[in-house]
């Protein structure tokens, strides 16, 4: 009973989220995470539990969204196809896709196939290029979900009904990745990350588990896929190619990969930032990649393993001890960031005033990038910042480390 | 003794690395149920024809029969399946599993879990019984949730130990089971080693000879690739070949 706990609460969760942030902009940032999660589970069910690093991860997720989208089409012919069975389309495409792709990439582990996962997306991207009346070239393909039949009155136009498709097939994909680690497929993926040359001597293939674990990764990508091709109604070679798979690369990561649900916080972090910086700035790609370098040097095991830092001290009831250390962190922190920030925003600004634009305005404030003040002060909160941190940061460490004993 | 076609049998086994020859020419004859060590100096072949023997590197020539077929060319897998299990002298485990998950993977495939996604690995009892019943043989109960990563040395030799024989395969090898253990631990392994592998076949590459003369029924010594002497221990002890290729600091222990 306990195990499903955290299940049931998560449905729970999905039914109130939506009347908690209504909106249509509230919707859509739902939509999205939702989508994010099943696509980084997927992945992780490859880099964290399988020790597979998957540079071509959107390849699945492109082929699932792709078919689902012919499928939504095919409907808009009459064709009798139920807008929210389009994931199980999307998971068909993603199942054959990886079963391709697979056959190759997982006859080898660590750094061959990550490249040969890498050559993959490239070739991918080729490809779709190369068939337009497939893939519908640079501008990709469309469709209207609410072609599909109606069931039981719903049509899945709205943003509302979006959600809730969204909602149901990300919590089953999330169910069954989960019970997956359950099986023995699931902890010879474990064993064939830790060591693959003894799962062999053990009388498993090494290179069977890694497939079996591929391509069932590459269905729950495709069901990411025809979510994705639902609530978008649109796939473009984009969503195939290297910076889709960059994408999810971080924000597993940032995550945390030891985790089963530490990519869930990743998803749900990364299409926060993209969305509430993407409006604010053009450099947000930038943050989130300052945030991926600094997590894989200081956190690596991610925010799930952050907040598992803390699992001793909480048992140990002694987490006040620690709210202090962890607020003088603030001042620094906010200094550091409001200088980087700064800088790149003055880089950003110059580059774009080169090439003919207005001085305007920078985070909503008249900011001249051609003078030469703005730099320094960006410069000096920066460095103040660095350094308080450098002050602060191993006194937190240290006050973490007496609190966890 | 020597039951035709039973057993583990290598007929003039042979491998190269590029133009130097490491294995030239490998007799070696198990029978089933036997405890069988295999002792040599330093860089005589010991390793590298365990690992032709258990699949993982192809032998340039020669033939090895496991109890009346032929597993020349087969894959670590495979051979696996056949009823063979090994151990590592370099410590192999899984360091990011627990001690209890360890030994579950050693014994998983012998306990009827294929590559499966459908059931649950919790449903297959005995597999857990076994690698529970395997866990405490071993005397690592108390340790059942420590990675196998976190152990200290001589656990983690045991465990090592405890991952091959898991699977309650027939034949297996042991590749140095007490290297780098001290006096107690070696004597506690050796018990351990005694009991597991009742009624099976056991070979063992073993440097403490001590420890042979006390577990083995039979001895190979192995000089220079070839297999210069096989017998029981007292029929090793007295052969003049054996003195001179390899006696030197272990001569007292022999005499």
């Known amino acids: 009973m306990k195990r499903w706990a955290p299940w049931i609460a998560a449905a729970f969760a999905a039914l109130l989220l939506p009347h908690l942030f209504a909106s249509g902009f509230g919707l859509s940032l739902l939509n999205r995470m939702g989508i994010?999660?099943?696509f980084a589970l997927s992945f992780n069910m490859l880099l964290g539990q399988g020790g597979m690093l998957d540079f071509g991860h959107a390849i699945m997720l492109g082929f699932g969204g792709f078919l689902a989208m012919h499928a939504m089409r095919l409907a808009g012919l009459g064709w009798f196809i139920p807008t929210p069975l389009l994931p199980l389309v999307g998971a068909a495409g993603g199942l054959a896709s990886a079963l391709l792709t697979g056959w190759i990439a997982t006859r080898r582990d660590r750094t061959a196939f990550a490249m040969i996962?890498?050559?993959?997306a490239e070739l991918v991207v080729a490809v779709v290029l190369m068939f337009p009346s497939v893939f519908g070239g640079e501008e990709g393909i469309n469709g209207d979900r609410s072609d599909g039949p109606a069931i039981l009155g719903f049509d899945f136009g709205s943003q509302m009904q979006v959600y809730h498709v969204v909602a149901v097939w990300t919590w089953i994909s999330a169910l069954l990745m989960w019970r997956t680690t359950l099986t023995p497929l699931g902890r010879l993926?474990?064993?064939?990350?830790?060591?693959?040359?003894?799962?062999?001597f053990l009388g498993y293939d090494p290179a069977r588990v890694r497939f079996r674990v591929y391509v069932l990764s590459g269905l729950f990508a495709g069901i990411a896929g025809g979510l994705q091709a639902i609530n978008d109604e649109i796939?473009?070679?984009?969503?195939?190619?290297?910076?889709?798979?960059?994408?999810?690369?971080?924000?597993?990561?940032?995550g945390g990969i030891g985790t089963f649900w530490g990519p869930i916080l990743g998803a749900v972090l990364i299409v926060l930032l993209q969305?509430?910086?993407?409006?604010?700035?053009?450099?947000?790609?930038?943050?989130?990649?300052?945030?991926?370098v600094a997590m894989v040097v200081w956190a690596p095991g991610g925010l799930a393993g952050i907040l598992l830092a803390h699992a001793p001290v909480m048992r140990a009831g002694r987490l006040g001890q620690l709210v202090g250390h962890y607020l003088r962190?603030?001042?620094?922190?906010?200094?550091?960031?409001?200088?980087?920030?700064?800088?790149?925003?003055?880089?950003?600004?110059?580059e774009a005033i080169r090439g003919g634009a207005s001085t305007g305005r920078i985070m909503g404030l008249a900011i001249d990038a051609t003078a030469a003040w703005p730099w320094l002060v960006a410069a000096v909160l920066f460095l103040a910042g660095a350094a308080l941190l450098n002050r602060t940061f191993p006194q937190a460490r240290a006050a973490w480390q007496a609190a966890a004993q | 003794m020597n039951d035709p076609g039973s057993g583990l049998i290598?007929?003039?086994?042979?491998?190269?690395?590029g133009a130097l020859e490491i294995i030239k020419g490998v007799e070696l004859s198990v029978a089933k149920g036997e405890r069988h060590a295999v002792i040599g100096p330093n860089g005589a072949g010991k390793s590298t024809l365990f690992h032709l023997i258990t699949g993982r590197f192809p032998a340039s020539d020669g033939r090895i029969e496991l109890d009346g077929t032929d597993i020349t060319g087969w894959s670590a897998h495979q051979i696996f399946r056949a009823g063979l299990a090994r151990s590592f002298q370099v410590t192999s485990?899984?360091?990011?599993?627990?001690?209890?998950?360890?030994?579950?993977c050693g014994a998983m495939r012998n306990f009827g879990a294929g590559v499966s996604v459908f059931r649950l690995l919790d449903g297959f009892r005995p597999l857990a019984e076994q690698a529970e019943r395997t866990m405490e043989a071993l005397g690592l109960t108390h340790r059942r949730h420590v990675a196998a990563g976190s152990l200290a040395y001589a656990e983690q030799r045991a465990l090592e130990i405890g991952v091959a024989i898991a699977g309650g395969a027939h034949t297996i090898l042991l590749d140095e089971p007490t290297a780098g253990m001290s006096r107690t631990e070696t004597e506690r392994a050796v018990a351990l080693i005694r009991k597991v592998t009742e009624g099976r076949t056991l070979v063992m590459i073993e440097h403490d000879l001590g420890v042979v003369f006390d577990l083995a029924d039979r001895i190979s010594v192995l000089a220079d690739g070839k297999v210069i002497a096989s017998g029981p221990p007292d029929q090793v002890r007295g052969d003049a070949a054996v003195r001179t290729a390899y006696l030197g600091a272990a001569a007292e222990v022999l005499t």
């Open chain 1, 275 to 292: 969305v509430a910086l993407g409006t604010l700035t053009d450099a947000w790609q930038l943050y989130s990649g300052l945030l991926f």
């Open chain 1, 36 to 38: 994010a999660i099943v």
């Open chain 1, 117 to 120: 996962t890498l050559g993959l």
């Open chain 2, 93 to 104: 485990l899984f360091p990011k599993l627990s001690v209890f998950e360890n030994l579950r």
């Open chain 1, 189 to 200: 993926a474990n064993a064939v990350r830790d060591n693959p040359e003894r799962v062999g």
């Open chain 1, 235 to 254: 796939m473009t070679s984009g969503n195939i190619g290297s910076e889709a798979s960059g994408a999810v690369l971080l924000m597993t990561f940032i």
């Open chain 2, 10 to 17: 290598v007929t003039g086994l042979r491998k190269s690395f």
């Open chain 1, 329 to 350: 962190l603030i001042p620094g922190f906010a200094l550091a960031l409001a200088g980087v920030a700064g800088l790149s925003e003055l880089a950003f600004r110059l």
